[in-house]
C-alpha cells in the first residue's frame, strides 16, 4: 500500500509539471523569455524543465523544433527520439542515402520540399510536421519504425 501511495505521488507530480508548462507555452511564455531547457521522457509524459534565458535572443534550434511540435499536437519525446537517431540534431547532416538535413529528408521529396528548405530546420520541422499530420504517422522515417515507435 505505501509503495502505491508513492508511485501515485510521483505521478500526481509529474502531471503537475506537465500541466505547468503547457500552460505556460500556451500563453506564450517564450517571448517572455522563458525557455524550456530539458524535456525528459517519464513513461508517456514529458517533463519539461523551465529556464529563463539570460538575454533576448532568437530560441535555440532544439526548443523551436519541439515547441513546433507541440503546437501541432504532436509527441515531442516521439520527435526527439526520431531527430537524435536520424541526425543527431545536426542541421546540416548529409545521410549515405542521400537523407539531408536535422530530418533527413531523402531527396526523392525533392518535388514538395527544395534542397535548400531540408537544410534549414524551421523549413525542414514544418514540412515534416506537415507530412506527419498527412500520414497519420512518422513511418516516413526509419528511426521512428526501428527505434521510437
Same mark, same amino acid.
Given at each position: 500500500?505505501?509503495?502505491?501511495?508513492?508511485?501515485?505521488?510521483?505521478?500526481?507530480?509529474?502531471?503537475?509539471?506537465?500541466?505547468?508548462?503547457?500552460?505556460?507555452?500556451?500563453?506564450?511564455?517564450?517571448?517572455?523569455?522563458?525557455?524550456?531547457?530539458?524535456?525528459?521522457?517519464?513513461?508517456?509524459?514529458?517533463?519539461?524543465?523551465?529556464?529563463?534565458?539570460?538575454?533576448?535572443?532568437?530560441?535555440?534550434? &532544439?526548443?523551436?523544433?519541439?515547441?513546433?511540435?507541440?503546437?501541432?499536437?504532436?509527441?515531442?519525446?516521439?520527435?526527439?527520439?526520431?531527430?537524435?537517431?536520424?541526425?543527431?540534431?545536426?542541421?546540416?547532416?548529409?545521410?549515405?542515402?542521400?537523407?539531408?538535413?536535422?530530418?533527413? %529528408?531523402? %531527396?526523392? !521529396? &525533392?518535388?514538395? %520540399?527544395?534542397?535548400?528548405?531540408?537544410?534549414?530546420?524551421?523549413?525542414?520541422?514544418?514540412?515534416?510536421?506537415?507530412?506527419?499530420? !498527412?500520414?497519420?504517422?512518422?513511418?516516413?522515417?526509419?528511426?521512428?519504425?526501428?527505434?521510437?515507435?
Amino acid at each position: 500500500m505505501q509503495k502505491l501511495k508513492q508511485i501515485l505521488k510521483k505521478s500526481a507530480i509529474y502531471l503537475c509539471v506537465l500541466l505547468v508548462v503547457s500552460s505556460l507555452l500556451a500563453v506564450g511564455v517564450v517571448k517572455l523569455g522563458i525557455w524550456l531547457d530539458n524535456i525528459v521522457p517519464v513513461g508517456e509524459l514529458a517533463v519539461v524543465s523551465v529556464a529563463r534565458a539570460e538575454k533576448e535572443e532568437e530560441m535555440p534550434m &532544439k526548443l523551436w523544433v519541439l515547441n513546433e511540435v507541440f503546437k501541432a499536437g504532436l509527441n515531442p519525446t516521439e520527435v526527439d527520439c526520431i531527430i537524435q537517431k536520424e541526425s543527431g540534431w545536426k542541421d546540416d547532416a548529409i545521410g549515405s542515402t542521400k537523407d539531408y538535413g536535422l530530418w533527413q %529528408i531523402n %531527396i526523392q !521529396h &525533392k518535388g514538395k %520540399i527544395s534542397l535548400r528548405d531540408m537544410f534549414d530546420y524551421k523549413e525542414a520541422t514544418k514540412w515534416s510536421i506537415a507530412k506527419r499530420l !498527412h500520414d497519420g504517422n512518422w513511418n516516413a522515417w526509419y528511426a521512428w519504425k526501428k527505434y521510437c515507435k
